[in-house]
């Protein structure tokens, strides 16, 4: 049976931390086996807000995909590429602009939060004018055409996503109406089952708090992270017996990382006062670090072969151009243009 398009991305963030690996990649790699995946870097969306930081962007954007392939996503089986390199994205996001209500982006509640974080601070932390350009209030549009110019069936998605999703769902059923045509699925998001990974001072993971892991990161990095981790507050002394599930983010790492007894014998050992949290985090580093070991060695082995990964993605921008191709085609002759 052919297999269903799926689509999904990443902003150009660059590298990328334990909270993407668990609550992404990983279940980016499995969905490999089961569709035919469509993963790319949104450069373009990364400028919604940081176009005025465009000197890592390359380093960036690559720094992504050397953490994919390291981590398990397989150029034979799933399509690597950047969103710029596929023109005809922009030429649907054009088209599906003309079609899209202005309320359906204004109250777009992902847009809000982006609007309050740009209000704050800009990306080096100083005040900023507050101010929405047409490019943000687009966001939605252009995740749409990303999705749509794969006609894809699934996109896996993080909550935080559903509603931009929502408006893709929207846009797909009026372009079908408008058109009379039933040319485009309607996509449906696939939520990761993984709690989310918060970053070692329990605030959310990110790179701009400063709080997050790399999955690029040496041992030693890793393992004094590790240690910044907090844990139960309420404990003042190691033979104090301790509350695992108020330890919010190294027993979390734990039962991200390590195997079911392992957590089983820190969770007892912990609520009956006989592990001292210092050597509990030491032992979660330790485990983390073998955890890591080998899509560490592989992300330098693709580091040393940068060419290498510039074919695959070369590659992979011609296909998802291709496949792009193929549907932009139909939506011309559709359309009447
Ligand atoms: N907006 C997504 C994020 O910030 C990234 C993204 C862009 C995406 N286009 C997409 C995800 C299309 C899935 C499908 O995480
Ligand atoms: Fe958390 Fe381990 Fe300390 Fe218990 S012993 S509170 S699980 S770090």
Not at 173 to 189: D, G, H, Q, S
Not at 221 to 237: E, L, N, V
Request: include cysteine; glycine fraction near 6%; aromatic fraction near 8%.
């Amino acid at each position: 049976m052919e297999k269903n398009n799926l689509v999904s991305g990443m902003r150009s963030t660059g590298k990328l931390h334990l909270g993407h690996y668990i609550g992404v990649i990983t279940n980016w790699v499995k969905l490999q086996e089961e569709f035919n995946c469509f993963y790319f870097v949104a450069d373009w969306h990364a400028l919604t807000t940081k176009y005025d930081k465009t000197q890592t962007l390359k380093q960036d954007k690559l720094d992504v995909v050397l953490d994919w392939l390291a981590c398990g996503i397989d150029p034979k089986k799933s399509i690597i590429y950047y969103q710029s390199k596929v023109l005809q994205i922009a030429e649907l996001h054009v088209l599906l602009s003309m079609i899209t209500p202005n309320n359906w982006v204004e109250r777009d509640p992902t847009l809000k939060d982006m609007v309050k974080i740009i209000k704050n601070k800009d990306s080096d932390g100083n005040d900023n004018v507050p101010q929405l350009n047409y490019g943000l209030l687009g966001y939605p549009i252009l995740m749409s055409a990303d999705i749509m110019a794969m006609n894809a069936k699934v996109v896996p998605v993080g909550i935080d996503q559903l509603a931009h999703l929502e408006i893709t769902r929207d846009i797909v059923r009026r372009f079908n109406n408008i058109y009379k045509t039933v040319l485009f699925n309607e996509p449906k998001p696939k939520l990761t089952e993984t709690p989310l990974l918060l970053g070692v001072d329990g605030q959310k993971m990110g790179k701009s708090f400063q709080n997050d892991i790399k999955i690029s990161d040496d041992e030693d990095t890793t393992a004094k992270k590790i240690m910044q981790c907090i844990t139960d507050r309420s404990r003042a002394r190691k033979d104090d017996p301790g509350h695992p599930d108020k330890c919010e983010v190294a027993f979390k790492y734990y039962q991200a990382f390590a195997n079911y007894e392992i957590v089983d014998q820190v969770e007892c050992e912990c609520k009956a006062g006989k592990r001292g949290c210092a050597d509990c985090k030491r032992q979660l580093g330790k485990i983390i670090n073998d955890n890591f070991s080998i899509i560490r060695q592989k992300r330098r082995e693709l580091e040393n072969d940068v060419n290498t990964v510039l074919d695959i993605i070369n590659e992979g921008n011609k296909k998802a151009a291709i496949e792009a191709e193929k549907v932009l085609q139909k939506v011309r002759e559709t359309v009447n243009i």
